[in-house]
């Protein structure tokens, strides 16, 4: 059985490769991820996961699967910035204070899907200028949902989270692996 990712994010081929699976195609979607007026962070995320999904072509030999991430300080969406002011902001914002990383996973096979959402929760450090613009000069920011990546450098401004680190990379793994499991998809075996 084929399994199709439905990303352009190399982090989600590197976390499906923690747990042994290698996608047999990836495949992108060309979707408008523009929120809603007033739509939710966890909605919002929910909706461009399916969406992802349901523009990419199902059948009963081949498991899909498709991801969306974001940030969120109450209902404020947190997305990808557009340049190194809005991610300087979005730091400022989340600097000494806590917010929700939202990951949707929906994995489709034929007629059939199914989602789940995690959330978790992330601590900041306060955050000096020099700390800021250090992390804006590396460029690290830059695609990352609310302007930094848990993985790299912005560790280091983060003394706790609660629950799933995958998922605040982008896949949370363990559910995942569920999902895939529930779809049917066996890792190949190898020889």
């Not at 009963?60 to 940030?71: E, F, H, P, W």
């Not at 557009?82 to 902001?89: G, L, T, V």
């Not at 929700?100 to 601590?123: F, H, L, N």
């Not at 605040?168 to 049917?184: D, F, M, N, R």
């Amino acid at each position: 059985m084929q399994l199709i990712l439905g990303s352009a994010s190399p982090r989600r081929a590197e976390l499906l490769a923690q747990i042994g699976v290698t996608p047999s195609a990836i495949t992108p979607p060309d979707i408008d991820e523009t929120p809603a007026n007033g739509e939710l962070p966890r909605d919002y995320v929910a909706r461009m996961s399916r969406e992802k999904l349901t523009a990419l072509p199902q059948s009963d030999d081949t498991v899909t699967l498709c991801a969306d991430t974001t940030v969120a300080m109450g209902r404020r969406i947190l997305g990808k910035p557009a340049d190194a002011a809005e991610a300087a902001a979005f730091l400022y914002s989340m600097s000494g204070r806590r917010h929700r990383v939202i990951t949707a996973v929906s994995v489709g096979r034929g007629s059939d899907s199914w989602q789940k959402v995690v959330e978790s929760v992330v601590k900041f450090k306060v955050l000096s200028d020099a700390e800021v613009n250090a992390y804006i000069a590396s460029d690290e920011w830059r695609g990352k949902a609310g302007g930094y990546a848990i993985q790299g450098l912005a560790a280091g401004f983060i003394p706790w989270i609660s629950g799933s680190f995958s998922g605040i990379v982008g896949l949370p793994l363990a559910e995942t692996a569920a999902l895939l499991q529930t779809a049917g998809y066996v890792k190949p075996q190898k020889d």
